[in-house]
Nanobody, 116 residues
Framework: QVQLVESGGGLVQAGGSLRLSCSAS????????MGWHRQAPGKQRELVAG???????SYASSVKGRFTISRDNAKNTVYLQMNNLKPEDTAVYYC??????????WGQGTQVTVSS
C-alpha cells in the first residue's frame, strides 16, 4: 500500500504561480512513476505530467513550457511547479503513484483556482 498526501493548491490570479507537493509513504519501494492528473468541472480527468524513477518526464501539450515536474527520491516527494497559470488550469489536481500492472494509488486531490 502507498499513501499519498498533496499540498500546495489555492487561489491565484492569471499569470501567477503555484507549487504542488505530493509525499508518498508506505511501500514506496514499489513506485515506478509518479505524477499529476487534473479534473475540471464537467470534464474528464486528464494527465498533466509524469516522472519516472529514472527522472524521465512527460507533459500534456497544454502545460508544456509552463509546468515543471520534479522528484526528490530521498523524501519520496514529487513536485509540480506551475507558472504562468491560466483560468483553464482551474481544476482539482490529483497526485498518482504507479506501481506496475494496472495499479495506481491516488491522493485526495487539491483545488487549484486561477482567476482572470
Amino acid at each position: 500500500q502507498v499513501q499519498l498526501v498533496e499540498s500546495g493548491g489555492g487561489l491565484v490570479q492569471a499569470g501567477g504561480s503555484l507549487r504542488l507537493s505530493c509525499s508518498a509513504s508506505g511501500s514506496t519501494f514499489s513506485i515506478k512513476s509518479m505524477g499529476w492528473h487534473r479534473q475540471a468541472p464537467g470534464k474528464q480527468r486528464e494527465l498533466v505530467a509524469g516522472i519516472s524513477s529514472g527522472n524521465i518526464t512527460s507533459y500534456a501539450s497544454s502545460v508544456k513550457g509552463r509546468f515543471t515536474i520534479s522528484r526528490d527520491n530521498a523524501k519520496n516527494t514529487v513536485y509540480l511547479q506551475m507558472n504562468n497559470l491560466k483560468p483553464e488550469d482551474t481544476a482539482v489536481y490529483y497526485c498518482y503513484a504507479f506501481v506496475g500492472g494496472n495499479s495506481n494509488y491516488w491522493g485526495q486531490g487539491t483545488q487549484v483556482t486561477v482567476s482572470s
